[in-house]
């Protein structure tokens, strides 16, 4: 056997446990590592195990009310619509993990050398980094044309991923076309007479199946020497076939319609199986790969974080975390208070209980005016005094006060004998009062302005506490929006929705161009692409539409865009009202 150690025949006296050490640890590191599965098994057990079971969103080309209208329906005509829709759901499944891998690969051809370079050596995983690097070095000491090698390496790499997915694709779209076809033109006979139907579309789907598997022995004969892909094409798909039997002159057995109900059934499994393997090989890198380099610094960052933490824990005998847990409790609640709980008491004090208490402020405005009333009586007498005429009673306090002024200047000719016996010490105590008159009356306006600003003053104070809670609930919307890519359902969703009517749009003109040119092989692959887009504009849009309540004319809108016989200007036409009346698919939240 194999996985026996060979045995030494002739043994030489040479032969020393050193010799003997090394052999047997290498014999069972092998065994070991046979044990282990690859990382193509493990992907095969998830996908046949969380998601072996696919539901179809797109309905199929038949009767709405097949097969549920027949009263004389059979278990196998029940079971070959659950295998149709089976067919369907996972060839569309298929389609959209080789879409996502092509337009990965497709955007990084497209990329500068340098940015190919980056994901050469950076974003392929910590093995390739160690080999690409080694690889550098090696040849920038021996060439100089280092970079511009792999920057070839780069785009061979691509270029052959793309290749594989794009002939994959077109197979399955091709298959998937020539299926919807069939069933839209054989709708009306399954439902009519079933018996007699059901042999001719199974032989049809054995038929199909036959003709995939020849695009995919095409694809391994077609296997370049220069592949940067190792055992890529090292497992043919071979489906089994459909026994000669007489679908057309006689009616078929119920063991030869089970039979061969079975056999399209393992011959779906042969088909996920296959390319489960084929796409696990082209897909483009997990994300986990593409960025190993930022997992590895934040997993040693964490690390060196998590040594930190433990060397100021309690565990350590440091009181640190539990004094900056208090601290930070101590921040927090005076952070509340200072920002959030007194600007609000401060306002809501400011609205109904000051304007209720203005007659307690600091300065009145009837104690200004009774200041003003003296200094007029003062200026008054004065006047009367110093003129010995009657003052007129329309005379103002700036005409008085001119007065005061001037005899204050002559008074003080003379100060101290004037201090004494003259009108100098009555002309000071004149203009103390008129100072106190405009201190207090500054000291009212400054007393109503900051009144006036109380509210101001309060809002200023809560700025912080608002600013932070306007973007708690930006994020919270954001969430519950859930506005990523096509299914959400916010703007950025609704965008991406139109570009799938766009994308829509363009495959059936260009299906339109390949039959003009008769080219009917490319109409029927265009036509496999435009089923797929329009399954997934119908899954990402049926929420949306349920919600306005659109859906009954949306989802009769996209089924008439994937019939076969439609024509195009009726298509298009659909198209266009997608985009400019459903409210689901109209670019804002709200019509313009």
Known sequence: MDSQPPANESSSPSTTIGDIVPFYSSYLWNRVASLIPTSNAIS????????????????????????????????????????LEEIMADVLSNLHDIQKSLEFWQSRAEDSNARKAYFMIFERGPVAFVDESRKLVRKSLSEDSAMQHLCQSSSS???????????????????????????????????????????????VIDRLFSNLEGSFSHLHAGRESDSSIDGSYSMPLVF???????????QWTDCELTDAINLVHKNLEKLNSYLSVMVGKHRK????????????????????????????????GSSDIENWIHDAKEATVSF???????????????????????HKGVMEAEEVQLTQDSLHRMLRNFCEQATREKVSDNATDQEMLEVVMH????????????????????????QVQKLKLDIETAMLELEQILRANEINFAILAALPAFFLSLGMLALLRTWLKQDSKAQGRGRIARIHRRLLVVEIEKRIMQYQSYIEQGRNKDAETVFGLLIYSLERLYRVVEIPAKTSGEWDLVKQDLIELGRPQQQTSYKLTVTQRLVTVYDCLLPTLKRQ
């Open 336 to 358: 509340f208070s200072d920002h959030v709980e007194q600007p609000l008491l401060a306002i809501r004090d400011e609205l109904f209980d000051t304007f209720r208490k203005r």
């Open 44 to 83: 095969n057990l998830y996908r046949q195990t969380f998601t072996r079971k696919r539901h179809i969103s797109f309905p199929l080309p038949l009767p709405s009310d097949f097969p549920c209208s027949s009263a004389n329906i059979s278990a196998d005509t029940s079971r070959i619509y659950v295998v």
């Open 407 to 430: 005899r204050y200047e002559k008074e003080l000719v003379h100060p101290i004998h004037n201090l004494l016996s003259g009108e100098l010490a009555r002309g000071l105590l004149i």
């Open 240 to 250: 089994d076939r459909l026994p000669e039997v007489n679908e057309e002159g006689s």
């Open 157 to 203: 790499h691509m270029f052959d991923r793309m290749r594989v997915l794009m002939e994959l694709r077109s197979s399955l779209a091709s298959f998937l076309a020539q299926l919807y076809v069939e069933l839209d033109k054989r709708g009306e006979d399954l439902l009519k007479n079933p018996e007699k139907s059901l042999p001719s579309l199974l032989a």
């Open 285 to 316: 890198p997990r994300r986990m790969t593409l960025y190993w380099v930022r997992y590895t610094c934040g997993a040693v960052g964490l690390s060196v974080f998590s040594i930190w933490l433990l060397r100021h824990s309690s565990l350590m």
